[in-house]
């Protein structure tokens, strides 16, 4: 592994939509991110946050290649996503994965949870036996039993069902995962709980993190670096402390404001996570 290169290098990424004009028949185009520039080192979690529509989950989905890049680069690991062919390599697909919020919404409801990381294994090549065994190995590294494998989407919790999903990410070893708002939906005790379970993960296996998130107090949690978003710009970006202790941009200072969590000023609420988490760690 290079230690000079970061991982993900997006540089002056610049994403279009095509959407309706005002007349229907007329299409226009809308950049809804412009000129953003960041890197991940291996290992790394670069938090992106921002208010609704800023541009982050298209920053996201133009690394996963479900966004086109219109302008700029993104580069994995040396390599430039344009070089790629059209249809994403499996190569690309098992290196760089998602986690997103609702777990439930990528599960067959009719399917039993196991299924879902043991066809993910199949997709790259790993049957039988050995997919059965992997998928239970990871189960359990999430902080589940390969009995839980057997059960269906309903028969389990949101966070649970976040773990399932981190599973599914993770059995294929990546190099980056892109987790969108993936603590977003759980309570404030199982956000704690999945933070820490990402972070031993990211320990065990290097693998490095894009962390998009509106919640500042979850983004101080996690990254070691932080971009701030507004209106598909990045307007500031630096190491968690940086943005957090000495944000320099007035954006930045207005998200921080109206987060007491995020904030010096919101002590009880940091207080509170870091009650959660210890009753977390002694429930575990
Ligand atoms: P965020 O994740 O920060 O809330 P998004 O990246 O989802 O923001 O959206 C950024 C902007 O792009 C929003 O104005 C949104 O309405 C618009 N947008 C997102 N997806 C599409 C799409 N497929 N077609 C047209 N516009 C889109
Ligand atoms: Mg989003």
């Given at each position: 592994m290079s230690t000079s290169r970061p991982l993900l290098d997006v540089r002056d990424l610049r994403v279009d939509y095509d959407v309706a004009g005002a007349a229907s028949w007329r299409r226009r185009t809308l950049t809804v991110v412009?000129?953003?520039?960041?890197?991940?080192?291996?290992?790394?979690?670069?938090?992106?946050?921002?208010?609704?529509?800023?541009?982050?989950?298209?920053?996201?989905?133009?690394?996963?290649?479900?966004?086109?890049?219109?302008?700029?680069?993104?580069?994995?690991?040396?390599?430039?996503?344009?070089?790629?062919?059209?249809?994403?390599?499996?190569?690309?697909?098992?290196?760089?994965?998602?986690?997103?919020?609702?777990?439930?919404?990528?599960?067959?409801?009719?399917?039993?949870?196991?299924?879902?990381?043991?066809?993910?294994?199949?997709?790259?090549?790993?049957?039988?036996?050995?997919?059965?065994?992997?998928?239970?190995?990871?189960?359990?590294?999430?902080g589940l039993t390969a009995e839980h494998m057997s059960r269906f989407p309903t028969q389990m919790s949101g966070g649970q069902l976040q773990r399932v999903a981190i599973a599914r990410a993770l059995?294929?070893?990546?190099?980056?995962v892109v987790c969108d708002e993936a603590v977003s939906a759980l309570d404030l005790s199982t956000q704690s709980q999945i933070i820490n379970l990402l972070r031993d993960l990211q320990e065990a296996s290097g693998v490095s993190y894009l962390f998009i998130t509106h919640d500042l107090g979850v983004v101080r949690h996690v990254s070691h670096r932080v971009g701030v978003l507004k209106k598909g710009e990045l307007v500031e970006q630096g190491t968690t402390s940086?943005?957090?202790?000495?944000?320099?941009?007035?954006?930045?200072?207005?998200?921080?404001?109206?987060?007491?969590?995020?904030?010096?000023a919101g002590r009880d609420e940091r207080r509170a996570v870091r009650v959660a988490r210890r009753a977390a760690a002694r429930a575990a």
């Open positions: 412009r000129g953003v520039s960041f890197t991940i080192d291996p290992g790394e979690t670069y938090g992106l946050v921002g208010e609704s529509g800023s541009g982050k989950s298209t920053t996201g989905r133009a690394i996963l290649r479900l966004a086109d890049v219109s302008g700029g680069s993104v580069r994995f690991d040396g390599e430039d996503l344009a070089s790629m062919p059209r249809r994403t390599p499996l190569s690309y697909r098992r290196a760089v994965q998602a986690v997103y919020q609702d777990p439930a919404a990528s599960l067959n409801p009719r399917h039993r949870v196991g299924r879902a990381v043991v066809e993910t294994l199949a997709r790259h090549g790993v049957r039988g036996r050995e997919a059965r065994d992997r998928a239970a190995l990871w189960f359990e590294r999430v059995v294929l070893e990546p190099r980056l940086e943005i957090f202790d000495a944000p320099r941009h007035e954006y930045t200072r207005k998200l921080l404001a109206a987060c007491p969590a995020a904030h010096p």
